[in-house]
């Protein structure tokens, strides 16, 4: 096994493929196949999602290695989500939230507390030994932790990102609400950094799924186990930490325009500036 060889050890799962070419048509139908910066943003979540789950991401991540694992999450949780809600009109959510049982839904699932429990406690509850193993262990576990993932993920990134604007959180609440929720997911992929233990019993024996892989990773690569789940980790703190970081600048930024808004609009308020009209 060599790494081009790996590189062409793509698996085109019927129900990934279905699902993304249907979230895709749904979209650009509704969307009245419209091309600009939202469109794209869309389609390059759903290529994201698509690239998860069908590249060779997903063979090393279910049998060989925890970083690779931690790259699909990533994928999945932190990088998808955004990308899909940025690209949704304005108009499109408008239009479901005039349905009363979706409007609820959207209230209890959008309020931003909740969303950062459920959007957070995702990933530590998945990172569990016990839990974790299991989804490795088992197919259709595993198929529901990334279910968990995106749509926690999409909880998450709701309250900052709302296609609504009126609806988001005001600048200076989205920043802590970002810094909260990149604090949090930074600690543990730290912890897997700096720990020198294994976590995981599923990688001490893994099986070679892909003959020649294994070999490739521990002898060319010079991968251990403890190494790969140094670089799981790194990759949980520093890509996703640069996500948050861009999700709370931007943020800095919304609030500086309104500050300068506000300070317009009391200018233009004073007597001074009303007796000269």
């Given amino acids: 096994m060599t790494a081009w060889q790996l590189l062409q050890s793509w698996e085109f799962e019927p129900s990934v493929v279905i699902g993304c070419t249907l979230l895709l048509a749904i979209y650009w139908f509704a969307n009245r196949f419209k091309f600009n910066l939202k469109s794209l943003s869309y389609t390059s979540g759903v290529l994201v999602i698509f690239l998860a789950l069908t590249s060779p991401i997903d063979p090393l991540s279910d049998h060989y290695l925890f970083s690779a694992h931690m790259l699909q999450h990533m994928m999945l949780g932190t990088i998808a989500p955004p990308l899909l809600i940025a690209g949704l009109p304005a108009s499109f959510v408008q239009a479901w939230l005039r349905i009363p049982f979706i409007a609820r839904l959207e209230r209890i699932l959008g309020y931003a507390p909740l969303a950062l429990i459920a959007g957070i406690g995702t990933i530590w509850i998945w990172h569990l030994p016990y839990l974790y193993n299991l989804a490795l262990q088992n197919e259709q576990i595993h198929t529901f932790e990334h279910m968990m993932f995106?749509?926690?993920?999409?909880?998450?990134?709701w309250p900052v990102l709302n296609p609504i604007t009126e609806r988001r959180l005001a600048p200076m609440p989205a920043i802590f609400y970002m810094v909260t929720a990149s604090t949090l997911a930074m600690i543990l992929g730290i912890i897997f950094t700096i720990s020198d233990?294994?976590?995981?019993?599923?990688?001490?024996?893994?099986?070679?799924?892909?003959?020649?892989?294994?070999?490739?990773?521990?002898?060319?690569?010079?991968l251990t186990q403890v190494d790969d789940q140094k670089l799981g980790g790194a990759i949980m703190w520093e890509p996703m930490g640069a996500i948050f970081l861009w999700?709370?600048?931007?943020?800095?930024?919304?609030?500086?325009?309104?500050?300068?808004?506000?300070?317009?609009?009391?200018?233009?308020?004073?007597?001074?500036?009303?007796?000269?009209?």
């Fill in 150 to 157: 995106m749509a926690t993920g999409a909880m998450l990134w």
């Fill in 197 to 222: 233990t294994p976590f995981y019993s599923f990688y001490n024996n893994p099986e070679d799924e892909i003959a020649g892989t294994l070999k490739m990773i521990r002898e060319d690569w010079k």
């Fill in 247 to 277: 999700a709370i600048m931007s943020a800095m930024i919304d609030w500086f325009k309104l500050a300068e808004q506000e300070k317009i609009q009391e200018s233009e308020r004073r007597p001074e500036n009303v007796a000269t009209k």
